[in-house]
């Protein structure tokens, strides 16, 4: 690799050249076999340790073979998986906005990771992130969202704008909300997941037009908003 | 604080220690309060730094003041939280085991602390471990479980031994279960949750009177382990 190779690769690790390249990176198999399966032509360049050339040369992505201190120097993670990507940043377009997520201030990366894995499981048909989201295209949350974000289609906006024009009912996670198990919930909905300190924002509070919660069987002072994310899914799904 | 002190807890962030002292550490306000609730016989010295002063002074806890210095030298936190508590590790009997949570080599402290904090949230009586799962007093499972492991009666056991000897339903999750949303569970039940990366073993499949699995209504490849226990536990608690 050439220096300038390693430099623009490296710069990839922070949002501002993400966005000025419009390239971010995936790293590991499992993401980037992800990432073939659905959106194949976002892969520009594949950097990998020959111990990878099995199963990479069944595929017909370019590769550039590097050392293990060449992986070094380009990595995000901690333990390397001995292959990485760069893709390109478009998102993909949703096809019906049936079924969706809205995520307001949501700001820890393995959170916003975990929530569109379980987003692309449950079938959400897109995501809507609040301006102040964490970005998606940061590496921690594409390593948990175990390429999720090849699936679930996501975009930035105004949260309240969007959620004053919407005509279906929106679910909010509040502690006084009626009880989830038996409320009746329909797929056709927002349901609005709020962030992990503060919860919903007084703001986007007064556009939740059934108000949900997830009881207390024992103990306990909380569930983190993923799992939260995971239950409320599994109830409207089920 | 002494230099011995200091080695002591040092020591604490090793298993081996941890057994041999039969102390743990605990870090952050939150989840002293949550041992000072449940189990606050088991705190036995606190290190905080100044600033912690006010509410530690409400309570009755030995506190030793200490300065960022010495706190940077014991905490086991990459961003300490400014108070640390070290803890006997004698774990509570279960009063009943009605309901319980069997993991099999649950290995990734975040995933253990969470499912730990679910069993609390869900009110499981008794979550039964492996010999090889991750050590529950691991710091990263301590602070992942927000306190829960003052909650929740654990048990390390044999679980071939426990699972044959079971009289009631043993619900496992696997890819050819019962679809969860319709199969009727119980409470009174073990839930048998596997490894992270191969599921529950061979061994232990034989004992599952009742394979259970949570359909995918979207894409992605998995859920993780941590949140296939909350939706399972939702589902058995509902």
Redo the contacts between chains.
């Keep these: 690799m050439t220096n300038q190779e390693i430099k623009t690769i490296q710069s990839l690790h922070k949002k501002k050249f993400r966005k000025e390249l419009n390239r971010f990176i995936i790293e590991g198999r ?1 993401i980037i076999e ?1 990432s073939l399966e ?1 959106q194949p032509e976002r892969i520009q360049q594949v950097y990998a340790l020959e111990s990878e050339q099995n199963w990479l040369t069944e595929t017909a992505l370019p590769v550039t073979y590097i050392s293990a201190r060449e992986l070094e120097k380009i990595t995000v993670l901690q333990h390397p998986q001995g292959v990485l990507a760069i893709c390109t940043m478009e998102t993909s377009q949703a096809e019906n906005t049936t079924f969706q997520l809205a995520l307001d201030t949501i700001q820890d990366p393995g959170n916003m990771g ?1 929530i569109l ?8 048909d897109e995501v809507l992130l609040s301006i102040d989201c964490v970005d998606i295209y940061n590496p921690k949350v594409v390593q948990a969202s ?3 974000i090849f ?2 289609p996501t975009r930035y906006v105004d949260l309240e704008k969007e959620l004053s024009a919407a005509n279906k009912p929106i679910y909010g996670a509040l502690l006084e909300g009626e009880n989830v ?1 038996t409320a009746s919930l329909k797929k056709e909905c927002i349901l609005l997941m709020g962030n992990e300190g503060n919860g919903i924002s007084p703001a986007l509070q007064q556009f939740i037009s059934d108000p949900i919660s ?1 009881p ?9 908003v ?2 939260a994310s ?2 409320l899914l ?2 409207i ?2």
Tied chains: 1, 2.
């Design positions: 499992k992800q659905n975990t894995r379980l987003a692309s499981w449950f079938g959400v175990m390429g999720a699936t679930v198990y997830i207390k069987f024992g103990k306990g002072e909380s569930l983190n993923a799992m995971g239950i599994s109830e799904c089920r």
